[in-house]
């Protein structure tokens, strides 16, 4: 029963964290290193990813493969907390956290997250 209540807000958080990304670009744009070309773009992929993946948890036969987009687009979001610790927390005046905040962000969050998403991958 835990497993199931906790699949369904992985996937619930995966999918707003996605149509988030379309509402609220400007939130998201801040948190991509400006060595990254085409913040529009990294933006609008990375809220379809999340939504494609988000969904594909919600069915035993696509279960698998959700979790593992998931571990990959984590995997492909450490740079962006990388950058957010080389900020000291603040990206911009709306997005200002505790320098502690981001290092958390990465480590130990990211692993857990990824973690959990391999719970799922089994």
Do not use: D
């Not at 906790?6 to 060595?35: C, D, E, K, R, T």
């Not at 502690?100 to 391999?118: G, M, S």
Request: net charge positive; hydrophobic share 55%; with cysteine.
């Amino acid at each position: 029963m835990i497993k199931k209540i906790s699949l369904i807000i992985m996937a619930v958080f995966y999918l707003v964290s996605g149509i988030n990304h379309f509402l609220l670009p400007q939130n998201y744009y801040p948190l991509i290193p400006p060595y990254l070309p085409f913040h529009e773009f990294i933006n609008m992929a990375s809220g379809t990813g999340e939504i494609f993946f988000g969904s594909l948890l919600l069915f035993p036969f696509t279960r698998k493969a959700g979790a593992y987009g998931i571990i990959a687009l984590l995997i492909l979001f450490i740079p962006a907390h990388i950058y957010m610790i080389q900020k000291g927390g603040c990206m911009s005046i709306q997005l200002c956290v505790p320098a502690w905040v981001a290092w958390v962000r990465l480590f130990p969050l990211q692993f857990i997250l990824i973690a959990w998403a391999r719970w799922y991958g089994k």
